[in-house]
């Protein structure tokens, strides 16, 4: 029973460590894809939403052990904050400019890549 209850404990170790290990990882991509996605919109807006791409930020939620989220995009309650889904997504008189997709894309395989570091050096 010992050897159970020494393996229950560094599995429940290993398991707090692998979470706080994803904790950063998300977090580090969340300021990625905001950074990239400020980036893009800066190109694409125009004069037109010049303060746009400054609406765009990020908030991680992790709790217990409810999944890691980031939610990443423009506050709509911030100046020109609800052009976002104009501007991402188009409409009939505008084309999408998938700034926000494009930075996912971009983010994509270095989260990946930084997941797998940080679990691996854990296990």
């Known amino acids: 029973m010992n050897d159970l209850?020494?393996?229950a404990r560094d599995l429940h170790r290993a398991a707090k460590e692998v979470r706080e290990a994803a904790h950063g990882v998300v977090k580090r991509g969340a300021v990625n894809v905001k950074r990239d996605w400020r980036s893009n919109?800066?190109?694409?807006?125009?004069?037109?939403?010049r303060r746009y791409p400054y609406s765009i930020g990020f908030d991680v939620t992790a709790r217990g052990v409810d999944p890691?989220?980031?939610?990443?995009?423009?506050?709509?309650?911030?100046?020109q904050g609800p052009l976002g889904n104009l501007l991402e997504f188009g409409s009939v008189n505008s084309p999408p400019?998938?700034?926000?997709?494009r930075?996912?894309?971009?983010?994509?395989p270095r989260f990946y890549a930084a997941m797998e570091k940080a679990v691996?050096?854990?296990?």
Do not use: F, M
């Not at 400019?97 to 997709?101: A, F, I, K, L, W």
């Open 5 to 7: 209850d020494g393996l």
């Open 41 to 49: 919109a800066t190109r694409s807006a125009g004069r037109h939403a």
């Open 68 to 79: 890691i989220i980031a939610e990443i995009g423009p506050d709509k309650a911030a100046t």
């Open 97 to 101: 400019h998938s700034d926000g997709g």
């Open 103 to 108: 930075a996912l894309r971009a983010e994509e």
């Open 120 to 123: 691996g050096e854990l296990l």
